[in-house]
């Protein structure tokens, strides 16, 4: 496709429910980010893919939360057990070389737990 | 932790004045990037500056880097009530070979006045 592309759009879900957030990145870019933006904050790092290279879990707040990429394609952010702490815009980037070049982002996943 | 920190906060001007955001760091960087929110959705990449640039140019936008002090500015001139967003820093991290993941800082909300 011509841009990162995340579903869905908007997502409202039970306490307790999982969730399942997808991004399907540019064609040919190599490294994926996922981030969290909780209402007027920054955006909060989660998890970075880069090529087949083991990702970068650092960013992930709890064990109820996990992302999978396939290849250098689709990606899935689950959250498990979902909290009311967990409503936020999840944000998914894709770059062509990591951080060496500019990422590209989708428009967001707004999730609210209720 | 978040690695960079935006200064300031929010920021109000009227038009035809140029806006100043200041963002620090931490860590060893690759590199230093600029982006442009609206809307607290996607964001849009506006400028990357090298660790070994000290100053960079794009249309209305300077970015100076200082990595001895571990900071950054934006300046927009001669903004325009278009200019009104949210923008934040991000530091390409230092990670095997030529690739990392990319940080970000809290943000400058710009207000432009017409």
């Known amino acids: 496709g011509a841009g990162v592309s995340q579903s869905p759009s908007n997502k409202v879900t039970e306490k307790g429910k999982d969730v399942e957030l997808r991004c399907d990145p540019i064609?040919?870019?190599?490294?994926l980010y996922w981030y969290r933006q909780r209402l007027g904050q920054g955006l909060e790092f989660l998890i970075y893919?880069?090529?087949?290279?083991?990702?970068?879990k650092s960013g992930l707040p709890s064990d109820r939360f996990s992302a999978e990429r396939t290849g250098e394609s689709v990606s899935t952010l689950t959250i498990q057990r979902t909290q009311q702490e967990d409503s936020a815009v999840y944000l998914c980037?894709?770059?062509?070389?990591?951080?060496?070049?500019?990422?590209?982002f989708g428009q967001g996943t707004r999730l609210t737990v209720v | 932790s978040q690695q960079g920190e935006e200064d300031p906060q929010a920021l109000s001007i009227q038009e035809g004045e140029n806006a100043t955001m200041n963002c620090s760091y931490k860590?060893?960087?690759?590199?230093l990037q600029w982006y442009r929110q609206n809307s607290g959705r996607g964001l849009v990449h506006l400028i990357l500056?090298?660790?070994?640039?000290r100053e960079k140019h794009s249309g209305r936008l300077r970015v100076t880097l200082d990595t001895s002090k571990k900071s950054s500015s934006l300046l927009i001139t001669a903004s325009r009530a278009a200019d009104t967003a949210s923008y934040f820093c991000a530091t390409g991290i230092k990670g095997s070979g030529n690739t990392g993941k990319l940080i970000f800082g809290q943000g400058t909300t710009l207000q432009v006045k017409p």
């Open positions: 980037a894709s770059s062509f070389a990591g951080s060496s070049t500019e990422a590209f």
């Open positions: 064609s040919g870019h190599t490294a």
């Open positions: 860590t060893s960087i690759n590199n």
């Open positions: 893919f880069q090529g087949n290279s083991a990702p970068d």
């Open positions: 500056i090298r660790s070994n640039e």
